[in-house]
């Protein structure tokens, strides 16, 4: 299986920056995709920006020219570093894996989430 562990939210004013963290741990041979979801109170959750291991990436509109996705895959853990923060953007930030388990093969896995608040 496959654990995630996020790190980094908070609560900020409007204008202002954070970076998220997301370390995965357990017993697994290989990590593909990384990235980052988010889900603001009444709604769906929705994609924010993803990065394979290779160094591929993509982002929502939303987040295009303010945030920025790495990762190190030494480490096992993705960034996202997000700078001119909205009020729009406050939302619960879920860390995202698609790696395969040792025991399991493919699947999905998902941290716990981070609340970021972004004030006006």
């Known amino acids: 299986q496959v654990q995630l562990v996020e790190s980094g939210g908070g609560l900020v004013q409007a204008g202002g920056s954070l970076r998220l963290s997301c370390a995965a741990s357990?017993?697994?041979?290989?990590?593909?995709?990384m990235g980052w979801y988010r889900q603001a109170p009444e709604k769906q959750r929705e994609f924010v920006a993803t990065i394979t291991d290779g160094g591929s990436t993509s982002y929502a509109e939303s987040g295009k020219g303010r945030f920025t996705i790495s990762r190190d895959n030494a480490k096992n853990t993705v960034y996202l570093q997000m700078n001119s923060l909205l009020p729009e953007d406050t939302a619960v930030y879920y860390c995202?894996?698609?790696?395969?388990?040792?025991?399991?093969?493919?699947?999905?896995?998902w941290g716990q989430g981070t609340q970021v608040t972004v004030s006006s």
């Open positions: 357990g017993s697994f041979y290989r990590i593909n995709i």
């Open positions: 995202y894996a698609q790696a395969m388990a040792r025991l399991s093969g493919w699947g999905n896995y």
